[in-house]
């Protein structure tokens, strides 16, 4: 299994990033996929998941700021994030977990992880 995040960059606050995250070798109508992040000397956190019926759930920090969404065809997953802000800078890394357990955004639901894009936001 493979899963590898790209989009990451460096934006002036205010400004936007497409987050992209491709994964292969899943048995994919097993598994759901999800976006954490990880800011230097803080906790992974769930950023915004998305289920198998397209139920999505965001942490409470970027609801209204980022999207989450899924192209099933190249099971390609993305994360638009906009209005984004010096809090918003982290390691964001995408996931893949059993199906069901996406939206909980925890981190121990998770299986498999890709090594992370780093987002920085300056002010």
């Known amino acids: 299994v493979q899963v590898v995040e790209s989009g990451g960059g460096s934006v002036q606050s205010g400004g936007s990033l497409r987050l992209s995250c491709a994964a292969s070798g899943l048995t994919y109508r097993r598994y759901c996929m999800a976006w954490f992040r990880q800011a230097p000397g803080k906790e992974r956190e769930g950023v915004a998941g998305?289920?198998?019926?397209?139920?999505?759930a965001y942490a409470d920090s970027v609801k209204g700021r980022f999207t989450i969404s899924q192209d099933n065809v190249n099971h390609t997953m993305y994360l638009q994030m906009n209005s984004l802000s010096p809090e918003d800078t982290a390691m964001y890394y995408c996931?893949?977990?059993?199906?069901?357990?996406?939206?909980?955004?925890?981190?121990?639901?998770?299986?498999?992880w890709g090594k992370g894009t780093l987002v920085t936001i300056s002010s």
């Open positions: 998305l289920g198998k019926t397209g139920s999505r």
């Open positions: 996931a893949a977990g059993p199906a069901g357990g996406c939206l909980w955004l925890e981190t121990y639901g998770m299986d498999y």
